[in-house]
């Protein structure tokens, strides 16, 4: 049974292209990915996300029962403040990938992909032993939208956002006289929002940011672009990029991974001796050299020899190349500025080692 | 435009030159479906094909997708100009968007299971 968000109809009846992703049928495009993605570059585009999965932690142990289950210190989390994490197995790899908000003193929300939710349930409640904790699956409840683009906070003030919020906080607050969560988060590199919403409110609010948002530009932006987005950004998509044989160090993510953390977490033997004494593999970006595109598996070379594989590679539409990541063996020659190849349709097309992220991030607030 | 045209239920299109040479491409349908197209391979000159073959690839911003000869066939000229810009593809796919101009190397009976365009398109709905 395909799982519909609460505006599926609207995307239907404005013409959008759907697809299945992750057992829900969402707007893939509404009229072009490239379109659509420099919407979100230059002004501002809207984003039904509901599909992702809300989940609620709380407790007296709450936060020592994240702090197993991640390698971010969860108590340095302060009230109201957001931080990146990864769900780590015994080996070190990754369960998901995700945010997590601290909304009350005990209480914490998670937010998680659409793919993951029941995996990352199981993995939390087989995790729970020893705590007093409560996890509370509220994905059904609410809905989803991001606001992303360099005009998005100026249409939030206009809708009713009245105080200024740093990047990575979340906030009740009434947008177009709707209670709701409001977090300064994203999945595009570019400054914005994301608005927890509950069901019966969603429409209508879809709605208000598209009317109150037009001044300024907005369209509804759909997967595809989401997709292009989070690449330009070297943001990592889950099942293409990162997986549970991959760890958070493989990945490049040994910035959410705190060294001095005390509390143990699952894994953690793994990614401290790995941050120790290094990985077998790498995750690096890579811009083709001619006009040829890299896609999710196919396979890379260096000197002839086949060194690893693309994750996810799609055009850049902000630089005019085609970018990709890839994981490679851990080789100090395959560095920024080397040349690898990659294997399309039986031929080896050159690649340049770039620097993550292609498109320099803007998600910093500026003040 | 259609007057000469048969198509591929793959979305292919087949326009009839005379003298056993025919214009291959994608139909409307399939470039609206593909979306903003980015990026073409086409086969060389003089190569040959067998009917239902992969001759060309086109990409979309999401995909690759690989293209297949209508009827058999040698290239004899491709579009250039659409490899450097695919675009045209999406723009006009008739017209400037044509993949490659072939000589039919098999025979008439070839062409017995492509369709009419506007029966193609009434199939579509």
Known sequence: MVKETFIHDKHVQSGAKMVDFAGWDMPVQYSSIIDEHKTVRENVGLFDVSHMGELFVSGNDAEAFLNKIVPQDISRLDYEKAVYCQLTNKKGGLTDDLIIYKTGILEYLIICNASRVDEDLNYMVNNTRGFDVEIENCSHKYSLFAVQGPKADTLMRKMGLNTHQDSFTIKPAVIANVKLLISRTGYTGEDGYELLVENKYSEYLWDEILKQGREFGIKPVGLGARDTLRLEAGLHLYGNDLNEDTTPIEAGLSWSVPKDKTADYNGKDVIMNQIQNGVPKKLIGLKMLDKSIARHEYEVYFKGEKVGYITSGAPSPILSANIALAYVKNDKEICTGAVVQVMIREKLHDAEVVKRPFVEKRNKVRL | ?125
Do not use: R
Not at chain 2, 16 to 28: C, H, M, Q
Not at chain 2, 66 to 74: A, D, F, L, R, V
Not at chain 2, 81 to 93: I, K, T
């Open chain 2, 1 to 125: 435009m259609e007057k000469n045209m048969l198509c591929t239920k793959s979305h292919e299109f087949l326009e009839d030159n005379g003298n056993k040479t025919y214009t291959v491409g994608l139909t409307d349908y399939a470039v609206e479906q593909l979306g903003d197209i980015v990026y073409l391979e086409l086969p060389d000159v003089g190569s040959t094909f067998t009917k239902g073959e992969t001759f060309a690839t086109v990409e979309s911003v999401k995909a690759a997708s690989e293209i297949y000869m209508p009827i058999s066939g040698k290239i004899v000229e491709i579009n250039e100009s659409a490899v450097d810009s695919p675009e045209v593809l999406n723009e006009d796919c008739f017209e400037k968007g044509w993949l490659v101009k072939i000589e039919a190397t098999g025979d008439a009976s070839e062409q017995s299971d492509l369709l009419e365009y506007s029966k193609y398109k009434e199939d579509l709905e």
